[in-house]
């Protein structure tokens, strides 16, 4: 498969180096290095497939452009538009048959998959709590950017990650939101944010920050059986996962414990799931999109509220 980058900045050149030779052609407005100032420009007959690393606003404009030239597209998290506009989306994707498909890479990580058939397994039991930390320090780097400190601050970027990560380990889970906290300690958009989740097994609080100065991230599920948890991800490693089993009526479990010291697998993993995807006809499914984006259309409203 022959694929093109639209945006060449941090997410870009990873896509560009995974693709390897697959990579035909980039394109970017304002990045000297890349060959073409716009995606329209790159000729159609000489890609099959295009990797979107573009700001928010300019995602669907440009997916709309690459369906209807039946191009598929791999677009960055999140793909946020109205319900409507993405239900039309996807129709016209599947009239097409290409795939959209929106990049969570993060459930190629090794332990979040382990997390999720640990789940599926049914080991736990019944779920009762999850609680998660995703955390990087990159306020000073968001602040200084054109684009990114800006509406809701850490939720889209971060917390479109949790949802998508919450809704893979948990089939399909929809909690009702409320907002615990928002601050704004360094940037003009919140920086630092809490969040209770009930209304759906298992209950949820996640917390999100651009303030934690060592990059972090961790997961606690409870469950009637026992409970698993995850230590950072590969791309900050070493990480582990845990599952431990309960003993009745109280005592201290017995703990299988997986370590990991390795490279984030999960971009190259993820690339060629979404080959597979595109050889197979996989049918493009934006339903993800349109909860996470009404997720965080609800948490926005409660931020500005705040």
Not at 16 to 38: C, I, L, Q, T
Request: glycine share 8%; aromatic share 10%; with cysteine.
């Amino acid at each position: 498969m022959r694929v093109a980058v639209a945006g060449l900045g941090v997410q870009g050149y990873k896509r560009r180096r995974v693709a390897g030779s697959e990579f035909v052609a980039d394109a970017d407005p304002k990045n000297p290095e890349a060959r073409h100032r716009g995606l329209e420009e790159i000729p159609l007959a000489s890609y099959d497939a295009a990797l979107l690393c573009v700001p928010d606003e300019a995602k669907l404009r440009l997916i709309e452009f690459l369906v209807e030239n039946g191009k598929h597209v791999l677009v960055e998290k999140p793909l946020l538009g109205a319900d409507e506009e993405l239900r039309a989306l996807e129709e016209k994707a599947r009239g097409q048959g290409v795939l959209v498909y929106t990049a969570y890479n993060h459930r190629f990580e090794p332990h979040f998959v382990r997390m999720r058939d640990a789940v599926r397994s049914g080991e736990l039991g019944q779920l009762y709590h999850c609680r998660l930390f995703y955390g990087n320090g990159t306020a000073r780097l968001v602040r200084d950017s054109e684009w990114r400190d800006t509406g809701a601050g850490v939720l889209p970027d971060l917390g479109s990650h949790i949802l998508d990560t919450l809704r893979f380990w948990f089939d399909g889970w929809e909690g009702e939101l409320r907002l615990v906290a928002a601050e704004c300690f360094e940037n003009r958009a919140p920086d630092h944010v809490v969040v209770s989740a009930r209304g759906a097994r298992p209950a949820v609080d996640f917390e999100l920050t651009l303030l934690s100065w060592r990059n972090h991230f961790y997961c606690d599920l409870l469950g009637e059986r026992g409970s698993a948890h995850i230590r950072s991800l590969c791309k900050w490693g070493p990480t582990e996962f845990m599952l431990r089993k309960r003993v009745l009526p109280s005592g201290r479990p017995p703990e299988e414990v997986v370590p990991l010291v390795q490279d984030d697998p999960t971009w190259r993993l993820e690339y060629e799931w979404f080959k597979a995807a595109c050889r197979d006809g996989r049918k493009t499914d934006l339903s993800n999109d349109r909860y996470i984006g009404r997720a965080l259309d609800g948490l926005a409203a409660q931020v500005a509220k705040s």
